[in-house]
């Protein structure tokens, strides 16, 4: 089992529709939960992290941890065109980063 | 507040010789990484750094591979001799302490011909 699992997609999602994003991780001593965006040819850049079960919301972004079940996973409200990129999950632990291999999403206009 | 400055941006080399990169993390960041992205994947760690130590480096190929991070600021990433397959982006990243959020700086395109 990898120890970061992401569907790679591509994910299609309509404008405007709610875009769902999962991650499972193997390793239950992980602490820390990002999700990373990457546009292509560009480096990742963190827009979400959660520490601790249950939702985080920033803006049209929801992040939702579930320890127990070991998953995390990103919501994204109103999809725009502007959201079609690679989104990276990343689970860490003292001194280790491991990051999943990304879901491509796709928003259609 | 600077960002993770790398260099170079891009990179041409032929097989076999050799090249190195060189990042800037974040003021007062002690954690530095180094990834290997190639096209189509997720960033995998090659070496990750907390201020001059090395803390885990399980997957760098250190027959061709070396990195260092004197004085625990900047930090240098050789490869020597180059082949093929390492032809992919190079990415630098830095993060307050080990657990926290990792910032990347725009990366080294390596193309190996």
């Known amino acids: 089992q990898k120890e970061v699992e992401q569907n790679s997609g591509p994910l299609s999602v309509p404008e405007g529709a709610i875009a769902s994003l999962n991650c499972t991780y193997s390793?239950?001593?992980?602490?820390?939960f990002f999700w990373y965006r990457q546009y292509s040819g560009k480096s990742p850049e963190l827009i979400m992290f959660?520490?601790?079960?249950g939702d985080k919301e920033d803006g049209r972004f929801t992040a939702q941890l579930n320890k127990a079940s070991q998953y995390v996973s990103l919501l994204i409200r109103d999809s725009q065109p502007s959201d079609s990129a690679t989104y990276l999950c990343?689970?860490?632990?003292?001194?280790?980063?491991?990051f999943g291999k990304g879901t491509r999403l796709h928003i259609l206009p | 507040e600077a960002g993770v400055a790398q260099s170079p941006r891009y990179k041409i080399i032929e097989k076999r010789q050799s090249v190195a990169f060189w990042c800037n993390p974040i003021?007062?960041?002690?954690?530095l990484y180094w990834y290997q992205q190639i096209l189509g994947q997720g960033p995998k760690l090659l070496i990750q750094?907390?201020?001059?130590?090395?803390?885990?480096d399980s997957q760098l190929p250190k027959d061709r591979f070396s990195a260092e991070r004197l004085k625990g600021v900047d930090s240098t990433l050789k490869i020597q001799p180059a082949k093929l397959e390492d032809s992919a982006v190079y990415l630098c990243?830095?993060?307050?302490?080990?657990?926290?959020?990792?910032?990347f700086g725009q990366g080294t395109r390596l193309t190996v011909v």
């Open positions: 990343s689970v860490s632990r003292p001194y280790k980063i491991i």
């Open positions: 390793d239950r001593g992980s602490q820390s």
């Open positions: 959660i520490y601790s079960n």
């Open positions: 003021s007062g960041h002690a954690t």
């Open positions: 750094f907390q201020n001059n130590g090395v803390v885990d």
């Open positions: 990243a830095s993060s307050l302490e080990s657990h926290t959020e990792a910032f």
